[in-house]
């Protein structure tokens, strides 16, 4: 698939190096959902501390990634909105230009 697009290897790689703390995070959260589904049925060797910790990273995760899919959304659209922006400029650039020469 990568040579049907055009995307520079060195971005390519970088795409996909960053996709390693979302699967860190997902493997993660079906860990954590394993261990507390066994200490639901009564099947978890470990301690009650073990436990709340589990609970309290996996609710601090979900929190770290609605965080990031906050500000990444955000950075996107001041990108798009900056570009949009460029672009128009560009056009009435290139508008006036052709009027002078006329």
Request: charged content about 25%.
């Amino acid at each position: 698939l990568m040579g049907i697009t055009k995307v520079p290897l060195p971005k390519y790689a970088m795409g996909g190096i960053g996709m390693i703390p979302g699967t860190v995070v997902f493997v993660y959260f079906g860990t954590t959902v394993s261990n507390i589904s066994d200490a639901a049925r009564g099947k978890f060797d470990g301690g009650i501390l073990q436990l709340i910790l589990l609970i309290g990273g996996s609710i601090l995760a979900i929190i770290a990634v609605f965080y990031v899919s906050f500000v990444a959304r955000k950075e996107i659209k001041k990108v798009l909105a900056k570009t949009e922006e460029e672009k128009k400029e560009a056009e009435m650039n290139d508008s006036s230009m052709k009027k002078n020469n006329e």
